[in-house]
């Protein structure tokens, strides 16, 4: 006889991982599934979406959900959006992670505070702590921030290291509700492949383009066809300038190339067979503030 999960006490739940940009929730969030399924960069505000990555342990099963860094410059619409699917998350999940930076916490990690839900489990990871020249220097961190809220478990890790992040999840667990699992053990997203084939274009944007144009670029799929084993993908690369355009195609369309090749070594390797991209830079301007292009590009 199968036993239900009230007999074996196998836990399931949602966990949101939130926190200012650029405190390694990305990385985190990959570290924990061990794979590339978030894009990541040494810029703020990488992330403008949701994105999912399950952890199947034996006795339970973690469906984190990566946000955006929660964040209040820049009016725009796609900004706001950004923000909506931090709130979003927050009211939906089962556990709150919040992620902050060893030995720094200011005025943004605080609006993110400010957003923490009552009634339920809100967690701290401290993150970088490989950044730490002693470790001692914790103690008096872990001090001044719970002085701000009672949170149920704080953890100092290394995302980037892995310090402590497989038994990160295994706190996080408890918490979690007992309830049979939602995925198979080979699961590892709930987010589809288009969606991630144009985040790894655009985390090449990030890493290999100066400061402001990522800003002012998105990735939008054209085309995604299976054809035998191999993914056909076709994508444009929309910039908000036509100055912008040139810079991203590159002398003789070498900075493209190299987009192209980067993201597609990634997208071989996460869907685990040959990928053909073609890449396109489209002009149009205003897209971050403009609904309709927002929509079409999958922003809420
Ligand atoms: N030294 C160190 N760097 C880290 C660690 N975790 C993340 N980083 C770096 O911090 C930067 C930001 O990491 P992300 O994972 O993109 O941060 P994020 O919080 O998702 O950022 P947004 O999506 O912009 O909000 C990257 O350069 C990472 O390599 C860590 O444990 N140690
Ligand atoms: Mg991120």
Redesign the pocket.
């Given at each position: 006889m199968v036993e239900t999960p009230e007999e074996t006490g196998y836990r399931t739940g949602y966990v949101a991982i939130v926190?200012?940009?650029?405190?390694?929730?990305?990385?985190?969030?990959?570290r924990l599934v061990g794979q590339k399924l978030?894009?990541?960069?040494?810029?703020?505000?990488?992330?403008r979406q949701r994105i999912t990555g399950i952890v199947t342990l034996d006795t339970a099963q973690l469906l984190f959900v990566?946000t955006?860094?929660f964040q209040n410059r820049h009016e725009s619409a796609l900004n706001r959006s950004m923000n909506r699917a931090v709130t979003q998350a927050l009211a939906d999940v089962d556990v709150v992670l919040m992620?902050v930076e060893a030995n720094h916490f200011s005025d943004a990690d605080r609006a993110v505070l400010a957003l923490l839900p009552a009634g339920r489990p809100v967690l701290l990871a401290i993150?970088?702590?490989?950044?730490l020249a002693d470790r001692r220097e914790l103690l008096p961190f872990i001090q001044s921030i719970s002085a701000h809220r009672a949170f149920d478990e704080i953890l100092p890790?290394?995302?980037?290291?892995g310090?402590a992040v497989a038994e990160l999840a295994a706190v996080i667990a408890k918490y979690l509700p007992v309830q049979a699992p939602l995925y198979t053990q080979d699961e590892i997203t709930e987010s589809s492949e288009r969606f991630l084939a144009a985040e790894l274009v655009r985390e090449k944007l990030f890493r290999l383009l100066g400061d402001e144009l990522p800003y002012g670029s998105a990735v939008l799929i054209d085309r995604f066809v299976m054809e035998g084993q191999m993914r056909r993908i076709s994508a444009s690369i929309i910039v908000d300038k036509e100055s912008h355009k040139g810079i991203v195609v590159g002398a003789k369309g070498s900075r493209l190339k190299e987009i192209g090749t980067l993201a597609r070594h990634d997208m071989e390797k996460l869907f685990d067979g040959k990928v053909h991209l073609e890449l396109w830079v489209r002009v149009k301007n205003g897209w971050g503030d403009n609904d309709r292009i927002l929509k079409q590009l999958g922003y809420d």
């Open positions: 926190g200012r940009p650029n405190v390694g929730k990305s990385t985190l969030l990959n978030s894009i990541t960069s040494r810029k703020p505000q990488t992330t990566d955006p860094g992620v993150n970088k702590t490989d950044k890790v290394s995302a980037s290291r310090h």
